[in-house]
C-alpha cells in the first residue's frame, strides 16, 4: 500500500479549542500546567498568525467544568463560540457541526482537555464524515499517561493524525523565506531557547 503525505494546507484547514476550561485545566496531569498552557497558547496564535478559521466550545460551563480559559476569547473576540448547554461529544451539538462545515475546510486541527473524551469523541466524529484530522497533542491535555496514550492509539487508528504546535506552524509555513521574522516571533514568543537562537540571528543580520 502506498503512502500518500497529505500536508496540512494553511488555505484548507480551520482549528477547533475544545473545552479549553479553567476547571478541567486542573485535571491536567500528564504534562506540567505552566507548559501546557503555554501549548494552548502557542496553538491559537499560530490559528490566528496563520488566518485559520478558529472554533472556540465549551461543555456545560455553569457546572464544574468552568469557563473558558479568558486568553482564548481575547486572542479570537469575533471567533464562533459554542457554549455546549450538555452535549459531551462536541459533534452533538448542532451549532458546533454547523460553524465546523461553515468553515468550508477540510482539515480540522483539533486539541483540547481531556483528552480522551473532548478531544477523541469529535475527532472520531469527524474523521467518519470524512474530514481530515491532526490532533495536538501537546495542546491537549488529560489525567495520566495511561489514559492519554489509550486515547491517542485510538485517534490515531481511526486515522487521525498527532502532531505538536510546533510541527503544525513548520508544515503550515512551508517555507521560512515566506515570512523569517513572523514565524521568528511566533516560535519566541512560546519557546525560550528559540527566543535566544532569534536574537543571535538577529544580531548577526543586523550587522550586514
Request: glycine share 6%; with cysteine.
Amino acid at each position: 500500500m502506498s503512502f500518500k503525505y497529505n500536508r496540512l494546507d494553511k488555505d484548507n484547514a480551520a482549528v477547533l479549542l475544545v473545552d479549553h476550561q479553567a476547571g478541567l485545566l486542573s485535571l491536567v496531569r500528564d504534562i506540567e500546567p505552566d507548559k501546557f498552557k503555554n501549548n494552548v497558547l502557542a496553538l491559537a496564535d499560530l490559528a490566528k498568525y496563520f488566518s485559520l478559521p478558529t472554533i472556540l466550545t465549551t461543555s456545560f460551563e455553569t457546572g464544574p467544568n468552568g469557563p473558558l480559559v479568558p486568553e482564548l476569547k481575547e486572542i479570537f473576540p469575533d471567533a464562533p463560540y459554542i457554549a455546549r448547554p450538555g452535549q459531551i461529544n462536541a459533534w452533538d451539538n448542532e451549532e458546533f457541526v454547523s460553524a465546523v462545515r461553515a468553515t468550508g475546510k477540510k482539515q480540522l486541527i483539533v486539541a483540547g482537555v481531556v483528552t480522551e473524551v473532548c478531544v477523541s469523541f469529535p475527532v472520531l466524529s469527524a474523521l467518519e464524515e470524512g474530514y481530515e484530522v491532526f490532533v495536538i497533542t501537546d495542546a491537549s491535555g488529560t489525567f495520566n499517561p495511561m489514559t492519554r496514550d489509550a486515547a491517542w492509539d485510538r485517534m490515531s487508528q481511526a486515522g487521525a493524525q498527532l502532531m505538536t504546535w510546533f510541527g503544525t506552524a513548520c508544515e503550515l509555513h512551508r517555507d521560512w523565506r515566506n515570512d523569517i521574522e513572523g514565524l521568528g516571533a511566533l516560535f519566541s514568543n512560546h519557546i525560550p531557547d528559540y527566543r535566544n537562537l532569534i536574537t543571535s540571528y538577529t544580531a548577526l543580520t543586523s550587522e550586514d
